[in-house]
């Protein structure tokens, strides 16, 4: 885009499409009621228009506008900026249009009537995560400049090496509910330095620092070592950043990792970015002729969605846990993850796994939707080493202390 980047005012700023003034106007009011500054546009070419010379922090668009709907706007908008986050608003849910402004790479597709709450907490959490992207960016860009001080860099090298040392996998458990069997685990990294304990951190620091090579080699490899304790039957899903598929290691027939590539499940998420992969269908076809399968995680997470299913032909796709919460009492999350797994299994051939469950009740609601391979706190925490995961309703206590 043209506009300037977010800033850090305290108030998001938000531009509205609707060509409905009443819908307009009362979007407006509830989310300036919740201290966002709003603009507003009659038409996504008035949208375009503002686009050229103004920033924001999200957009929320209705579908059904003449001349120009929402969907070409939304399309319009990741030509210029594919990390602003777009709300879709439609009082005429359709699993095509749903469909399509995933594709488009969506924030979010909401039907009407919607709750003022829902409205407000779904843009803040956009307008957020939108704002905390361009500052790492700016981050990398002061420190691909020269523009990071050295003492800075010194100190933040420093906290990632001991967390490097630190480093360990845990293990989470991943059922086939249907059967009540092992389907695999997801290695997820830890480190027992207190700097960099949370993974989030972690990839921030070796982002900064230059590192993400040596960061996902040193994972891959602790997790190739880990493997020989595991279930035979068992796969193990290893997630990958994108900058891993500009790697040579990952490929090499020799590394730790590719020796035991029929048992892995490589997973790509969807909140990182694609386009600095130097041949994203070159990359998928040289790991799945090492035998890795691959799977897109956080589906239904962040900007995107299925647009990277024509990249990647994922084997296996991960429901993001944001829609898997109190998803037996939400209608609107049931009927999304409804048509999302008909979407995966029976148009694309790709399995689905729904992470995040953490109650019976959100399971059974799951199994009811024809969801089957299931992880969350209610099968087993991330631990050291496979644990068998929990398959018989867990007791008070077990829920309290945390499944053992």
């Not at 409905?20 to 228009?49: K, Y």
Request: hydrophobic letters at 45%; a negative charge.
């Amino acid at each position: 885009m043209n506009a300037e980047p977010p800033g850090s005012d305290t108030k998001a700023c938000v531009l509205v499409v609707d060509d409905e003034d009443s819908v307009r106007t009362a979007v407006r009011r509830i989310l300036c009621n919740a201290e966002f500054n709003v603009t507003t546009a009659t038409s996504a070419h008035e949208a375009l228009d503002i686009l050229d010379s103004r920033r924001f922090d999200a957009i929320v668009t209705d579908i059904m506008m003449p001349e120009m709907d929402g969907l070409e706007l939304l399309r319009r908008i990741r030509h210029r900026d594919r990390e602003m986050p777009v709300i879709i608003l439609t009082g005429h849910p359709t699993l095509e249009s749903a469909v399509l402004a995933v594709n488009e790479g969506s924030f979010h597709y909401m039907m009407k009537p919607f709750a003022p709450d829902e409205l407000c907490v779904t843009v803040r959490a956009a307008a957020a995560l939108y704002r905390l992207t361009a500052l790492k960016r700016r981050a990398l860009e002061e420190f691909t400049s020269g523009a990071w001080q050295t003492g800075e860099h010194s100190r933040l090298s420093g906290q990632f090496d001991a967390a490097v040392r630190g480093l360990w996998i845990a293990f989470q458990p991943i059922v086939d509910w249907p059967d009540k069997s092992l389907y695999g685990y997801e290695a997820l990294v830890r480190s027992s330095a207190p700097d960099m304990g949370n993974p989030g951190l972690l990839f921030d620091a070796a982002e900064r620092l230059g590192r993400v090579h040596e960061l996902g080699r040193k994972i891959r490899g602790l997790v190739a070592g880990a493997i020989h304790e595991a279930p035979n039957e068992a796969l193990i899903f290893v997630n990958l950043h994108s900058a891993d598929l500009n790697d040579a290691e990952l490929f090499s027939s020799g590394s730790p990792l590719s020796q035991i590539a029929s048992r892995v499940v490589l997973e790509i998420t969807e909140r990182a970015s694609l386009e600095q992969v130097n041949d994203v269908q070159g990359a998928m076809n040289n790991l799945r002729k090492l035998g890795y399968r691959i799977a897109v995680d956080d589906l239904g997470a962040g900007y995107a969605g299925l647009s990277s299913f024509s990249q990647l032909e994922p084997d296996i796709v991960k429901l993001d846990m944001s829609l898997i919460r109190d998803i037996n009492v939400s209608n609107r999350k049931s009927s999304i993850v409804r048509s999302m797994i008909a979407v995966c299994a029976r148009d694309l051939g790709t399995r689905v796994v729904c992470e995040g469950v953490e109650t019976e009740a959100e399971r059974d609601a799951l199994d009811s939707l024809g969801a089957t391979l299931l992880q969350g706190y209610l099968f087993g925490r991330p631990e050291k080493g496979f644990r068998a995961p929990v398959m018989a309703s867990p007791s008070v206590k077990e829920l309290a202390i945390g499944i053992k």
